[in-house]
């Protein structure tokens, strides 16, 4: 009876042992759930942060040792200032033999490209390929850009990559505006491409209702 009513005392003992761990963890559980909800709610308000700030604010690119070049294309002009002002200078070429003034007429930087012109770039260096800046703004469409650089005394006429005049670059590829805005600085309409192609010849080809529009009002207007 004595060993009977032992093993009975064990089996209770360790039974209310169990009962009681399973007790704590119950009580335990809403805390942990408290914590997970915590930690996400948490995630979840840093992710929402993230995502409504301004891109700028994002990705506001670092400058410093970075050559006029890389700061032309970043649309760093507050660096190019300080740069040309410390002596550095504003016409330097790069590895593809470019300026700062390519970088940013390739790039559609307008407030950059106007803001060389007045520290002293040449509108009219070509670089590797042969492309000047006002080469670059026609091939991109950047009208802005475009007219400032013939603001500035780009050549309308200077032959550039690919033996393309602006003018025809931009014909070829739809650019009516621009089309008008080199004609209006003096651009030849007569010039000629490697295949022997006008502009108009590559509207026509091309079917640029609007491009053959603005060549034949200019015309119209000699």
């Not at 060993?3 to 805390?31: C, D, E, H, W």
Request: charged share 25%; hydrophobic share 45%.
């Amino acid at each position: 009876m004595h060993r009977v009513s032992y093993t009975q005392r064990m089996i209770f003992v360790q039974l209310r042992g169990k009962s009681q761990s399973r007790a704590a963890n119950t009580l335990n559980r809403p805390a942990r759930a408290e914590s997970v909800l915590g930690c996400f709610v948490g995630c979840l308000i840093v992710w929402f942060t993230l995502i409504s700030m301004p891109v700028a604010a994002q990705e506001k690119p670092v400058f410093e040792d970075r050559s006029l070049i890389d700061k032309a294309r970043a649309g760093d002009l507050e660096g190019l200032r300080l740069e040309i002002l410390s002596g550095a200078n504003v016409n330097e070429r790069g590895l593809e033999d470019g300026t700062a003034l390519h970088a940013a007429a390739d790039w559609g930087h307008a407030y950059v490209v106007r803001a060389l012109l007045e520290l002293g770039a040449q509108p009219d260096r070509r670089d590797a390929n042969r492309a000047t800046a006002l080469s670059l703004a026609a091939r991109r469409g950047y009208i802005e850009v475009v007219d400032i650089l013939l603001a500035g005394g780009a050549d309308p006429n200077r032959v550039a990559q690919d033996n393309e005049v602006p003018l025809i670059s931009a014909a070829r590829l739809g650019f009516h505006q621009i089309v008008t805005s080199l004609l209006a600085a003096g651009a030849d309409a007569g010039e000629t491409d490697s295949t022997g192609r006008t502009a108009r010849d590559w509207a026509t080809i091309m079917r640029l209702q609007q491009v053959l529009l603005a060549l034949d009002k200019a015309e119209g207007a000699r």
